[in-house]
Nanobody, 114 residues
Framework: VQLQALGGGLVQAGGFWRLSCAAY????????MGWYRQAPGKQRDLVAS???????NYADSVKGRSTISRDNAKNTVSLQMDNLKPEDTGVFYC?????????WGKGTQVTVSS
């Protein structure tokens, strides 16, 4: 499984951005899809995830200002974050799990300037 992400960059605080990720491979049967963030000097933590039936999980820090969605037929996942804060800065990684195996995309840098 290969994960290709689009989006990221430099955004001003209070603004918004949208990240998208597509999974490619044969016989895809993806369970969870989502995004993780790694801030400088910190571990990689969950931002949001979504399961095939639509149930979602969000980190407390982004609840109420983030929306994750997916298209099961296209094997894509998108994350929109509003009211961005400088502490949202980090490298965002697309994640997918299938048959108990975790797959990661290349990280994309998101920087929120104050």
């Amino acid at each position: 499984v290969q994960l290709q992400a689009l989006g990221g960059g430099l955004v001003q605080a209070g603004g918004f951005w949208r990240l998208s990720c597509a999974a490619y491979g044969s016989s895809l049967n993806i369970n969870a899809m989502g995004w993780y963030r790694q801030a400088p000097g910190k571990q990689r933590d969950l931002v949001a995830s979504i399961f095939p039936a639509g149930s979602t999980n969000y980190a407390d820090s982004v609840k109420g200002r983030s929306t994750i969605s997916r298209d099961n037929a296209k094997n894509t996942v998108s994350l929109q974050m509003d009211n961005l804060k400088p502490e949202d800065t980090g490298v965002f990684y697309c994640h997918a799990s299938m048959w108990g195996v975790n797959y990661w995309g290349k990280g994309t840098q998101v920087t929120v300037s104050s």
